[in-house]
């Protein structure tokens, strides 16, 4: 007889400390008004399919945002049934139209009908709104509720919660006259969004930053600008370079590219250090918040050469982590190479046994 009530307890415990787990944190709730162009509500068969569909979607929407415990809060894209509504016409004239009683509206289409629809995505500013474009030259219908498509407006979510693209910080190696290296990003949703369900440190710091606010990505970043910046040399046994010449090549937003002009030429002091004002290598900018989002960095002593980058998306932790500084080392190679017997274990171990 003791068994029942045991067993019952032992089945509420788990879901007790669930419940508190999840209370813990906040509730953010937004608001989403969707509209859907008519011909794809014909391709995907009525009204109640676009519903099921949607319904699914904002599951997945959801999920991206509550699987990760970095994330602060408890976050809710909910849809109002009640304002979904299908329009005739051109997406491009629904993109912009006021929602004064909902936070976000998206805009969907799997059909490229008139000549000006196209370039989806996130409208920030007064806009706010997500332009879910599927539609592609052909006229063809492309659901904009497979997979792809669902990566895609969780991405575009990201955006709405404050997160610039990672992609737009990247390098093409065959756009780097420098010394050749692409720079491919690092993993996030905010970067290649497609089969990617990762958040960055710097995309899971910039949300938690946004918290519940309806935010400007720009003027993000631009608060988020380092102190300083602060660049040390070192030989190979990890001692100080004094005297080494430090450049700074830029890449511009969504440029894939290295400037081959430098924007900053500085020099390593005493203790093999650079030091350099944020402010004047992250300079603001109208658009995207700071000129510019990356740098490949050259340091140079003799006939020596090292190379890093400063991208946002690294650069920018440091200053939410509370430090003044970034800072990146860059570590000048031997000139000879290294020989391989230096590396033959079985040398050492016979020392060893010695
Ligand atoms: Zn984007």
Known sequence: MMKKPLLKFLTALPV????TSVQAQPVYRFTVKVGIDSQSVDSLGGLDNVKRNLKQMFHEINKAFNYDRRFQA???????????YVYEGSSRDEVGKPHPDHDYLVVMDGVRSHPDEGGGGWNGSYIQTIYHDRGTESQRFNNPFDRMATDGIIHEFGHSRGMPDIYAMTVDADKNPINGLGNPGIRCMMNYCYGETHWSDYAVNMINLSADKRVEIDSLVNSMCPELI???VKDSSYGKVKGADIRL???GWYSYTVNETPEIVSATNSKGVCTLDGRKVFPKSRSCGL???NYLVEAEYGNRKAYGWLPLYEVQN????????YELVLILKDEKPSTPKDFDVT????RLKN
């Open 347 to 350: 040398k050492n171990f016979k």
């Open 16 to 19: 007790l400390l669930f419940f």
């Open 230 to 232: 602060r660049i040390a």
């Open 291 to 293: 000129k510019y989002p």
């Open 318 to 325: 440091a200053k939410f982590e509370g430090k003044k500084a």
């Open 249 to 251: 090549y830029p890449v």
């Open 74 to 84: 408890y976050y809710n894209f909910d849809v109002d049934w009640d304002a979904l």
